[in-house]
């Protein structure tokens, strides 16, 4: 079991409270104030769990400026009123932060039991090689 420790708590829950309200407000048709309180409460969580000093450098990387500005601009454009272009904006930023991750997710979820059969598929699985053999789709 992980041991975390009380601010780490009070990260998770707010990192899973913003979770939540970003999904309610997708479903809710973009609204912007739930789009807005679930951004806010996410960014705010994230330093909870990590630490201010490694939230700061994960985000102002070399390598990952163009996929931090994307997703602080989405934040920004959901906040001036713009929530469908903002969430866009938005994903296309986390897209980019965290494509590096996607092997390893993808090969995760090959060896779950459900999901590791869609794995299978002739064309998923030729863009899944294409994808490990240079690190991302782009």
Known sequence: MIS???????GAGL???GVFFLLFGVLLYFD???LAFGNIL????????????NTFRFF????????SSF???GIL?????????????????CFILFKSTLPLVSEFL??????GLIFTFPRFSMVLKKFSERGSLV
């Open 4 to 10: 975390l420790t009380d601010t780490q708590r009070i």
């Open 71 to 73: 997703f602080l601009a």
């Open 32 to 34: 912007r104030v739930l």
């Open 110 to 115: 090959s060896n779950v039991p459900v999901l």
């Open 77 to 93: 454009l959901i906040l001036l009123r713009w929530p469908a272009v903002g969430m866009l904006c938005e994903s296309y930023g």
């Open 42 to 53: 996410f960014v705010s969580g994230l330093p909870f769990i990590t630490g201010l000093w």
């Open 60 to 67: 102002f990387q070399r390598q990952k400026v163009k996929g």
């Open 15 to 17: 990192m899973g409270f």
